[in-house]
């Protein structure tokens, strides 16, 4: 069985609380792209655990968890992390971490150059985590890029260290007129955080081809959502990497497998970092209130998050980028104590209603449409069946169903493992 988690949004649904919940029942979880630019909060019995780049899967000590070469690796940012979890209790070991050795390293000079061009743009940023993200991702496909690979071959890795350093410092120091990288301080810092992290390297490919062979569950593990990949999403407000589902074999080094299932997530409301067009967004009183319900807080960046009612025009479009068989609604239990519910059923563009997800260029100009629909106004955090549902939650459930044609599988209606409905 492989199955990818994917993102139905703008990111931040859910997927590691999902992960971490689907994953007794795989062998193996894999990250298959992104880097440190998002991250993925669980909340199990031994605390809160806020990872980033590592796989969800890597709380839970009977999986294999698999860092595929679609992934852009700030190797400090690893080291760290994999340092905080050890703090914690959690064993990461060869045997249960495995990272490609063609995986992008991103490097601290992608980092500076991400910084240097939202600080250049200004007004017109992005909304960039700078954390190097698409500088890396350019390197990678303008094959100037190291991969982790190379941190076996301390030769050849100096001698490209020369190249590198001569043909970044035409845009740091010509371009943006910044002190110049050396050719020194990249073999220092590959050295000191690229040679830990050797003996995890391997050929992904080859191990997950194996294990797919054997009739290993194999759980695929996005990063952020549909309306942040680079093709489908709402340029130049993405990320520089696919979140589609589809490209979860690649990413993961195994192109020849198919998957068996794509299982969306999505929240109950909407929520969206970073800059870019959000339409259903609140403002004022009503975005401070669902806000602090929901702790909407970015987990890599920590920055508030824009939040609104639920957007099915949004959630239908992303729902079938990702191909998803069937839905986790997450955070169901942020809107307990409202009365009234407001979902976003349409866009208005040009003086006429749509349920289509427009051409990201005319997403400044729509405006939402809202229905509104009665609330349940009391705690469903204790909830573990259908039947222990409210009436209105279940309308409310069954309303989203209908507006993305899709079925909802899993509710979470809290952080903890345990927290959650299986509707089916």
């Not at 050797?198 to 080859?206: F, Q």
């Not at 602090?292 to 980028?321: H, K, L, N």
């Not at 409202?338 to 208005?348: A, D, G, L, P, R």
């Not at 209105?392 to 069954?398: K, N």
């Amino acid at each position: 069985m492989l199955t990818s988690i994917c993102g139905i949004n703008w990111g931040d649904e859910g997927k590691g609380r999902m992960v971490d919940l689907l994953s007794r029942d795989y062998d193996i979880v894999c990250r298959y792209q992104g880097g440190n630019n998002a991250g993925h909060t669980v909340v199990n019995e031994r605390g809160k655990f806020i990872l980033n780049l590592l796989p969800s899967g890597i709380l839970r000590e009977k999986v294999v968890n698999v860092m595929g070469l679609g992934m852009v690796i700030d190797i400090k940012h690893l080291s760290e992390e994999m340092g905080r979890l050890r703090e914690k209790g959690v064993a990461i070991t060869p045997e249960n971490l495995k990272i490609s050795d063609r995986a992008t390293i991103t490097m601290p000079y992608h980092v500076l150059l991400d910084c240097l061009e939202e600080d250049r743009l200004a007004g017109k940023k992005f909304g960039s985590t700078r954390r190097g993200i698409a500088p890396a991702y350019s390197d990678r496909y303008m094959k100037k890029a190291f991969r982790m690979g190379e941190l076996l071959d301390p030769g050849l890795m100096y001698a490209k260290a020369k190249d590198i350093a001569e043909w970044k410092n035409l845009t740091v120091a010509g371009g943006y007129g910044h002190a110049p990288v050396t050719a020194e301080e990249i073999v220092e810092y590959l050295e000191k955080y690229g040679a830990p992290l050797r003996e995890y390297l391997c050929d992904t490919g080859d191990y997950l081809n194996e294990a797919a062979a054997a009739g290993k569950r194999i759980l695929f593990e996005a990063q952020l959502g549909a309306l942040r990949d680079v093709d489908f999403g709402i340029l130049p407000y993405t990320s520089s990497s696919s979140t589609i589902a589809a490209y979860a074999p690649i990413g993961a080094g195994v192109p020849n497998l198919k998957l068996d299932k794509s299982v969306g997530i999505m929240k109950a409301y909407s929520s969206c970092v970073g800059e870019g067009p959000f339409t259903a967004e609140y403002f004022g009183e009503k975005a401070e209130r669902l806000r602090e319900a929901g702790g909407e807080y970015g987990a890599a960046t920590g920055r508030p998050r824009r939040v609104g009612p639920f957007d099915a025009v949004a959630s239908a479009y992303g729902i079938r980028c990702q191909g998803a068989d069937e839905i986790a609604l997450t955070k169901l239990d942020v809107l307990d104590g409202y009365e009234e519910i407001e979902v976003c059923t349409k866009y208005e563009l040009d003086g006429r209603e749509t349920d289509r997800f427009p051409y990201p260029d005319a997403l400044p100009w729509c405006k939402p449409v809202f229905e509104r629909v009665k609330g349940w106004n009391c705690d469903i955090t204790k909830c573990r069946k259908p039947s222990e549902l409210p009436k209105e939650t279940l309308d409310y459930i069954r309303l989203l169903e209908e507006l993305c044609a899709c079925r909802i599988t899993y509710v979470s209606v809290g952080a903890e493992r345990d927290a959650y409905v299986r509707m089916r």
